[in-house]
T-cell receptor, first 111, second 117 residues
């Protein structure tokens, strides 16, 4: 069956360190993958998109990698800050228009 | 740019009543709009996809007669939860895309918290 897993439901990290979140999938061939940030009681906010033929994408302190062989995407936040604390969702776009979301990882950056 | 709004942000209703949620794209024309439902500590689950001027496409297991979707214009889609029951209590989120296929980036609204008593 098709499955998307984000490592650890929750991740605590010290301010200034790099946070690394993982998104693994099985039985999909995604055209591309996106990462979103969701704060409590709010809708997701788009962060980064990476296509299947791209290995890495960067935006300010954010970096995403996409390994279609391993069926995995890694999301990095460098020099993390308490304001980065939120739930981060990965979403696969496969075939048609459907977005398939992972369950999210709650990141907490400790001051 | 690419701002999507939802109204209301929260609503409490009695069991058996109907509730309408609006989703608007404020600064772009949304060819495709999506409706999701999110239960606590769970991910977003796609309920249906609507294209302006045509009938919505519902995901498996979503009752189309219970969740009525209307996409009357390129900036407005509505979701009506008919005869709501406590199990319909959830966080409903819409998103909008200007791509015809919806594979373009989706921009999400802030969500509507529905509580059915």
């Amino acid at each position: 069956s098709q499955k998307i897993e984000q490592n650890s439901e929750a991740l605590n990290i010290q301010e200034g360190k790099t946070a690394t979140l993982t998104c693994n999938y099985t039985n999909y061939s995604p055209a591309y993958l996106q990462w979103y940030r969701q704060d409590p009681g709010r809708g997701p906010v788009f962060l980064l998109l990476i296509r299947e033929n791209e290995k890495e994408k960067r935006k300010e302190r954010l970096k995403v990698t996409f390994d279609t062989t391993l069926k995995q995407s890694l999301f990095h936040i460098t020099a993390s800050q308490p304001a980065d604390s939120a739930t981060y969702l990965c979403a696969l776009v496969s075939g048609t228009y459907k977005y398939i979301f992972g369950t999210g990882t709650r990141l907490k950056v400790l001051a | 740019g690419a701002v999507v709004s939802q109204h209301p942000s929260w609503v409490i209703c009695k069991s058996g009543t109907s509730v309408k949620i609006e989703c608007r794209s404020l600064d772009f024309q949304a060819t495709t709009m999506f409706w999701y439902r999110q239960f606590p500590k769970q991910s977003l689950m796609l309920m249906a996809t609507s294209n302006e001027g045509s009938k919505a496409t519902y995901e498996q297991g979503v009752e189309k007669d219970k969740f009525l979707i209307n996409h009357a214009s390129l900036t407005l889609s509505t979701l009506t939860v008919t005869s709501a029951h406590p199990e319909d209590s959830s966080f409903y989120i819409c998103s909008a895309s200007w791509g015809a296929s919806g594979t373009d980036t989706q921009y999400f609204g802030p969500g509507t918290r529905l509580t059915v008593l």
